[in-house]
């Protein structure tokens, strides 16, 4: 049986071409920058963006297999290609062939609802068709009288294939992109329409599909969420980042965790419009798969604007006020308040102290008094923390798994208010809590139209001081308070240590800019636990 070619050309410098020659004579050509988005002729294969994209991945990893600097990356670039290239000619192959037979429902690449045309030319048993919106190769979900289309693997499909819905990776395609009211109906809206199907079926993931079929149609939608994932997990750039990296995203790769350390801040500030709608519920669903013990508690309710507090690590309380009542009331005492837990088993890890081939946990007190000695031994710059975090398994694991909890949590919470019917809100954080709500703010910022903050407050900011913070300030109508204090011997030692630069919790955001204040609070606060009891909110 005749497949289809994909062949791939130098044009000059950076620009190179690919060209698509299906079985029946149809061709599709895109050139350009590799750098760039292609060009191409729209009509015919040129209409299915799936292929397009993993057309143009498989040109960017050709140019890689031969400009990159050493012959392994050369290497994996080469595989990188041939992955990409099965894909193209997969999906050319379906595509080519299209009978006028069709199927309308949700489409689990895309999760849109939309014609899927079937195809002529499947191999085994099992059906295939195409979305006539992604482009995707698709077939019926396996659960008996769903009407919705799970995405189809390559091959006879030998395992049973379930739409996103029936497999948990969004809650319901009709309520995925729908207000939810009040920021206390958020379990309701998480609440799953289905029973999840393929929780005993083995999840074909990247290996199984290849690395477009399982991608939804944030691939063509938001490209620099895949960018994102596809530098930071597979080390790619370009158009072969996107391919990876929301390949890496979707489907059956998030039901095994496909995330992985990907942080919020890195994937998901380029969400922009899909916050609120299909895609930010998909990427909601993983992170909250990953933390089962994210939940919002109200605190109380009122009718100013809304106040959401996050912990970092070492609260005093895992329920209710905690150490939040006073310095929150005196502030905003006619406002609901929420409070936000997360990374329970996270946060608990970083308690996690001990030397060489021992281990062993401490509480806060034991933490808190750690850092006290630190502080005493600043000539030997770690002082007793260095064991612990010089220890390979604890010094890097558990602080960045909490790190990007964090800023998964921002993400989540994002969402959530994306899907809100507040005008505005504030956000105030203590230690990671604070980083979270600074993600929190970058991503709500990304999208046009949504929920404003009025303002935030950080307290103790377990974030690094140097950055460009201008997407954190064009989120914010008042300012973000930034409160500090040299004696924060927890920011001072052990953050210093895991990330290698200065905490904005320890010596203000640098440099400062509008919108942007920071305040000085050394004298009032002596450690990283000392600040809601002896600061006030601005």
């Avoid at 894909?87 to 595509?95: P, T």
């Avoid at 390559?154 to 395609?173: L, M, S, T, W």
Wanted: charged share 20%; hydrophobic share 40%.
């Amino acid at each position: 049986m005749q497949k289809s070619e994909v062949v791939f050309r130098f044009l000059d410098g950076t620009r190179v071409q690919c060209q698509i020659v299906s079985p029946r004579g149809q061709k599709l050509t895109l050139s350009g920058n590799i750098n760039e988005e292609p060009e191409f002729e729209m009509g015919g294969l040129g209409d299915n963006r799936a292929l397009v994209g993993c057309a143009w991945a498989f040109a960017k990893a050709k140019y890689e297999a031969v400009t990159l600097p050493d012959q392994e990356q050369q290497k994996n670039a080469e595989k990188r290609a041939g992955s990409h290239q099965k894909v193209a000619e997969w999906i050319a192959d379906l595509a080519d062939d299209l009978a006028s037979e069709e199927k309308r429902g949700w489409c689990s690449g895309c999760f849109e609802e939309h014609a899927h045309r079937k195809a002529n030319r499947a191999v085994g048993k099992a059906p295939a068709y195409i979305c006539g919106g992604c482009g995707l190769p698709t077939l019926p979900c396996a659960c008996p009288g769903c009407k919705n289309m799970a995405v189809r693997g390559q091959g006879p499909v030998p395992i049973k294939r379930y739409c996103a819905e029936h497999r948990h990776e969004i809650p319901g395609f009709a309520k995925a992109d729908r207000k939810m009211g009040e920021l206390n109906n958020y379990e309701e809206f998480l609440k799953y329409d289905k029973r999840n199907l393929a929780s005993d079926t083995r999840v074909a993931g990247l290996a199984g599909v290849g690395l477009v079929a399982a991608t939804p149609f944030a691939y063509f939608a938001a490209p620099a969420i895949g960018g994102a994932v596809g530098a930071l997990v597979g080390g790619y750039t370009g158009a072969a980042a996107t391919s990876f990296g929301l390949a890496f995203l979707g489907g059956g790769a998030l039901a095994v965790g496909g995330l992985g350390m990907a942080g919020g801040t890195l994937v998901i500030t380029a969400l922009g419009a899909s916050l609120g709608c299909a895609l930010g519920a998909s990427v909601m669903n993983a992170y909250l798969r990953e933390d089962k013990s994210f939940h919002i508690e109200m605190l109380q309710g009122g009718s100013g604007v809304p106040v959401i507090v996050c912990n970092g690590f070492l609260s005093e309380s895992g329920k209710g006020w905690g150490e939040w009542r006073d310095i929150i009331t005196k502030r905003y005492a006619d406002s609901p308040v929420y409070r936000v837990h997360w990374g329970a088993k996270e946060l608990r890890h970083l308690g996690i102290l001990g030397g060489r081939g021992a281990a062993r946990v401490v509480g806060a007190a034991a933490l808190r008094e750690a850092a006290e000695r630190a502080a005493k031994m600043a000539a030997r710059r770690l002082g007793p923390l260095a064991p612990a975090l010089a220890a390979a398994d604890l010094a890097k694991n558990p602080w960045h798994v909490a790190k990007n909890r964090a800023e998964k949590t921002g993400v989540i919470l994002a969402d959530l208010l994306a899907r809100t019917n507040a005008d505005s809100y504030v956000l105030v954080g203590h230690s990671l809590g604070a980083r979270a709500m600074v993600v929190a703010a970058q991503t709500l910022g990304t999208k046009p139209g949504g929920p404003r903050i009025q303002a935030i407050h950080l307290l103790g900011a377990a974030i690094g001081a140097r950055s460009d913070w201008h997407t954190l300030t064009a989120a914010v109508d008042d300012a973000v308070y930034n409160y500090h204090s040299s004696n924060d011997s927890v920011l001072k030692f052990a953050y210093g240590l895991a990330q290698g630069q200065a905490a904005a919790g320890l010596a203000g955001f640098r440099p400062s800019a509008d919108r942007l204040k920071n305040i000085d609070v050394s004298g009032r606060v002596k450690s990283h636990f000392d600040y809601h009891k002896n600061v006030g909110l601005n």
